[in-house]
């Protein structure tokens, strides 16, 4: 069975200041993939990135950054100088394959708030 | 780019109403699936589909059937409405893959309220 935690219910920050998404994993499959998605406030989840299981290295994008161990089974997502328009909902998903991919198994979602 | 829309943003229904959500892609995606999303719960599948005609049950269908009769569209019935099943409901596509996940798209939600 496959699950994701992520433990932060709720994270408020004032602008500016760099924030960390946790995002716990299991499974025991050897091939597998994470994801992020963005739900801003109109509702529509937005696709951030997606990682294999083969590839560790850490990846940047803008003010972007996540960083997959899988030692720990972990794939943290910073945001670096956070703004106003980063206050969202945030969902960290893994998908085991298994016959085929395509079935994400959700985290219970993060939201984060960014005061001016 | 990829559209997923979904025909209603609001809906009220009666309890034992038949309820019909339909979802639309525009992109020629293999998958379609439609999760329900709830506070703290995160995002929960109901039913997915890979083909015309074909679904597999989620973790929850419970209460829930699906119809796909055109690739482009994927439709979530419920038979008869009660009030747990008062939510949000999403609907996403993705690109089908044996050997690789593809991201999914997501439609804006319907947000039903079964009174």
Known sequence: ?116 | DVKVTQSSRYLVKRTGEKVFLECVQDMDHENMFWYRQDPGLGLRLIYFSYDVKMKEKGDIPEGYSVSREKKERFSLILESASTNQTSMYLCASSLFGLAISYEQYFGPGTRLTVT
């Open chain 1, 1 to 116: 069975a496959q699950k994701v935690t992520q433990a932060q219910t709720e994270i408020s920050v004032v602008e500016k200041e760099d924030v960390t998404l946790d995002c716990v994993y299991e499974t025991r499959d050897t091939t597998y993939y994470l994801f992020w998605y963005k739900q801003p406030p109109s509702g529509e989840l937005v696709f951030l990135i997606r990682r294999n299981s083969f590839d560790e290295q850490n990846e940047i994008s803008g003010r972007y950054s996540w960083n997959f161990q899988k030692s720990t089974s972990s794939f943290n997502f910073t945001i670096t100088a956070s703004q106003v328009v980063d206050s969202a909902v945030y969902f960290c998903a893994l998908d085991a394959g298994g016959t085929s991919y395509g079935k994400l198994t959700f985290g219970q979602g993060t939201i984060l708030t960014v005061h001016p």
